[in-house]
């Protein structure tokens, strides 16, 4: 009697292992689960870097690697067209691998203006954060109605894709809002896409060129926030003009995080912050809804 009392006892203790075991096992595979539907997020930073070419120094190019190197994915505008530009993106691609994580990164054919300056535009990503999707490209539908057509490239955060679409607008004395008002048409041209328009538009998120963008759902970032440099500090600050931006369907993406990268503080000379650049780098982190 008191072996068979061992042996019953001996199964239950058995039976609860393994009902242990079922539980954590469900636990597990439940977290999981829960966590490959949550919604994935990515930090995206957009700089317009002033004639990015070789005019950039080492120590230049380490600075500006240090200030995005936390980003996730960055966009550059006004790479030079010429000799130097290219090479510069793969200076700057260097120096943020030299950071301790793997990066890769995309440069466009320069922009087919004949009117107006050409240029380059640049993406930089962490492999680890997103992976790209096909080949970047430039926007030719509108190329003769747009001097420097947008440079388009589709990413995977997990498996939801996202698509930028880098931009650097003419000045504002030749009328930025000529080439912006074109913009309402892509979301038509690629209604497959979840687009995100970015870049320094050379106008104020209230110009009611953006109108039309607005109802189809396209928000602003960021409202009110200066993003270009002055000539000089004033008493009033040391920022002159709100044209950077991100614009983004908020029907597709959750605004998490936004906000600017006040780098030229870090100068105590503000003529060599303004040779980094003349604006200051914007970003915002977006979860795909």
């Given at each position: 009697?008191?072996?068979?009392?061992?042996?019953?006892?001996?199964n239950?203790?058995?039976?609860?292992?393994?009902?242990?075991l079922?539980?954590?096992?469900?636990?597990?595979?439940?977290?999981?689960?829960?966590?490959?539907?949550?919604?994935p997020?990515?930090?995206?930073?957009?700089?317009?870097?002033?004639?990015?070419?070789?005019?950039?120094?080492?120590?230049?190019?380490t600075?500006?690697?240090?200030?995005?190197?936390?980003?996730?994915?960055?966009?550059?505008?006004?790479?030079?067209?010429?000799?130097?530009?290219?090479?510069?993106?793969?200076?700057?691609?260097?120096?943020?691998?030299?950071?301790?994580?793997?990066?890769?990164?995309?440069?466009?054919?320069?922009?087919s203006?004949?009117?107006?300056?050409?240029?380059?535009?640049?993406?930089?990503?962490?492999?680890?954060?997103?992976?790209i999707?096909?080949?970047?490209?430039?926007?030719?539908?509108?190329?003769?109605?747009?001097?420097?057509?947008?440079?388009?490239?589709?990413?995977?955060?997990?498996?939801?894709?996202?698509?930028?679409?880098?931009?650097?607008?003419i000045?504002?004395?030749?009328?930025?809002?000529?080439?912006?008002?074109?913009?309402?048409?892509?979301?038509?041209?690629?209604?497959?896409?979840?687009?995100?328009?970015c870049?320094?538009?050379?106008?104020?998120?209230?110009?009611?060129?953006?109108?039309?963008?607005?109802?189809?759902?396209?928000?602003?970032?960021?409202?009110?926030?200066?993003?270009?440099?002055?000539?000089?500090?004033?008493?009033?600050?040391?920022?002159?003009?709100?044209?950077?931006?991100?614009?983004f369907?908020?029907?597709?993406?959750?605004?998490?995080?936004?906000?600017?990268?006040?780098?030229?503080?870090?100068?105590?000379?503000?003529?060599?912050?303004?040779?980094i650049?003349?604006?200051?780098?914007?970003?915002?982190k977006?979860?795909l809804?």
């Amino acid at each position: 009697m008191k072996i068979k009392a061992l042996s019953s006892l001996g199964n239950i203790h058995k039976r609860s292992i393994k009902l242990k075991l079922h539980f954590l096992l469900t636990l597990l595979l439940s977290h999981l689960f829960l966590s490959s539907c949550q919604s994935p997020s990515i930090s995206i930073c957009s700089w317009n870097l002033k004639d990015f070419g070789n005019t950039k120094s080492d120590e230049e190019i380490t600075f500006i690697a240090n200030t995005i190197k936390d980003f996730d994915v960055v966009i550059i505008q006004e790479v030079v067209a010429g000799e130097g530009g290219a090479e510069t993106v793969i200076r700057l691609y260097l120096a943020l691998t030299g950071s301790g994580e793997a990066w890769r990164y995309a440069i466009s054919d320069p922009t087919s203006s004949t009117a107006y300056k050409a240029e380059r535009y640049a993406f930089l990503w962490k492999t680890n954060k997103v992976r790209i999707n096909g080949k970047p490209w430039l926007e030719k539908e509108y190329h003769l109605e747009i001097d420097r057509e947008p440079f388009f490239a589709t990413f995977y955060v997990g498996r939801k894709p996202f698509t930028l679409v880098n931009f650097h607008a003419i000045t504002k004395s030749r009328q930025p809002e000529t080439e912006v008002k074109y913009f309402k048409s892509l979301p038509d041209e690629y209604p497959q896409l979840n687009l995100i328009f970015c870049g320094d538009f050379n106008l104020p998120q209230s110009h009611t060129v953006f109108n039309p963008l607005k109802e189809m759902g396209y928000y602003p970032a960021l409202v009110g926030q200066k993003t270009t440099l002055r000539d000089r500090c004033l008493d009033d600050g040391c920022l002159a003009s709100e044209y950077d931006n991100f614009f983004f369907d908020t029907a597709r993406f959750e605004l998490v995080e936004k906000g600017v990268v006040h780098f030229y503080k870090d100068f105590d000379d503000f003529n060599e912050a303004r040779n980094i650049s003349d604006h200051i780098p914007i970003f915002v982190k977006l979860k795909l809804r």
